[in-house]
């Protein structure tokens, strides 16, 4: 099989924690060149995944005049739109972490980068590729749900604030949980439901919990004085067609409502959620029943059934668009659109007001 030649921008938390891991499950890969701003951490990276001769910079701009197949843009939010546009501009397919990228205005320009050099772009929404997801969306476009009128969008944790890197700095990142997690829900969601015409959002952003020193928190106390972002956040989105979402989204809260990268949807056959495992309910026979599919696969001797993880399965689709011209599951388009939500939802919860979209 045909090696295809990446890059890769932004060697922290992200790159090595899924992407990079994953790149070198796949071997069908070949890391020849490492960027960030920070030249030990690029250094580190290339010495755990990248070729022999793989090269480190710390300038973007140099990197993508390499001979690359594709990019890999693993930066804070604020970085996402500048070096993905210069990277197709230099003739390179790009996978850019999700957040699409800070602002809607800024992914829009992606788009239509993509679309003006004709390379590949696509985000890494990787909760699409677990087993629950995909049978679930197979489930959606077969149409056993019907049509899906209303959903929840849950991205909630109840004392998680992530400490390190640059999450808690509105500046760099755009937001708190509503652009860090919220993100993950509302794909899953608008993507199950196949529909990205939205009509209107509303939404309320909280910092409330954030002043607090002694915060029982996951990762250990944050600065309040660094922590510049929302806390939790919340969105009503009415869709073109009438259909309506609510979006949920915290890293600190005093809930025990939990859960991420979970989507609940009501449909007019059956609806479906993720909060205990998937779980269908519908009416069969003149009864009330939930379906509860088993992803397990166990049962089968010296082999424990385990299903292929999700972030090894993004790489693949990737890969497979990039070199075999197969189709993305992630089209830019469509995360666009969830870009689009987010700072509706910011928008709305500054000025107290709906905000309409044409």
């Not at 932004?10 to 924690?17: E, F, K, L, M, V």
């Not at 710390?58 to 693993?74: C, G, N, P, S, W």
């Not at 972002?229 to 809930?255: P, Q, Y």
Request: a negative charge; proline letters at 4%; charged letters at 25%.
């Amino acid at each position: 099989m045909k090696t295809m030649k990446i890059g890769i921008v932004g060697c922290g938390g992200i790159a090595n924690g899924k992407h990079l891991p994953a790149i070198k499950r796949n071997g069908n890969f070949e890391a020849v060149a490492f960027c960030d701003l920070i030249e030990e951490r690029a250094v580190k990276a290339k010495e755990e995944y990248g070729t022999p001769d793989a090269r480190v910079y710390t300038d973007y701009q140099e990197l993508i005049k390499e001979d690359l197949d594709a990019v890999y843009v693993l930066t804070p939010n604020n970085a996402h739109a500048p070096v993905t546009i210069a990277a197709l501009k230099a003739g390179k397919h790009v996978m850019c972490e999700k957040p699409m990228a800070k602002t809607y205005a800024e992914a829009k320009e992606m788009v239509e980068t993509a679309k003006e050099t004709g390379k590949i772009l696509t985000i890494g929404y990787q909760n699409r590729y677990r087993p629950d997801s995909q049978y679930l969306k197979r489930a959606c476009a077969n149409g056993d749900l019907g049509d899906i009128y209303y959903a929840k969008a849950h991205a909630i944790r109840r004392r998680a604030v992530p400490t390190w890197g640059v999450f808690i700095d509105e500046e760099k990142q755009g937001g708190g949980p509503l652009i860090d997690i919220g993100t993950h829900a509302l794909d899953l969601t608008l993507w199950m439901m196949d529909n990205y015409e939205p009509e209107s959002v509303s939404g309320s952003v909280f910092r409330k919990l954030a002043d607090q020193t002694e915060t029982g928190n996951a990762w250990g106390d944050w600065d309040p004085e660094k922590f510049t972002v929302e806390d939790s956040a919340f969105g009503f989105i009415k869709m073109k067609n009438g259909a309506t979402i609510v979006l949920e989204s915290s890293w600190a809260i005093n809930s025990l409502d939990v859960g991420e990268a979970q989507t609940s949807l009501c449909g007019t056959k059956a609806g479906a959620d993720m909060a205990d495992g998937l779980r269908i309910n519908k009416v069969e026979y003149g009864r009330q029943c939930v379906e509860t599919p088993d992803f397990s696969a166990g049962g089968v001797a010296f082999f424990d059934g385990a299903a292929e993880k999700a972030d090894d399965v993004e790489q693949k689709v990737f890969y497979n668009a990039v070199v075999n011209g197969e189709p993305l599951t992630v089209k830019p388009e469509q995360a666009l659109v969830v870009t689009q939500i987010l700072e509706a939802i910011y928008e709305a919860a500054k000025s107290g007001k709906t905000v309409y979209f044409e």
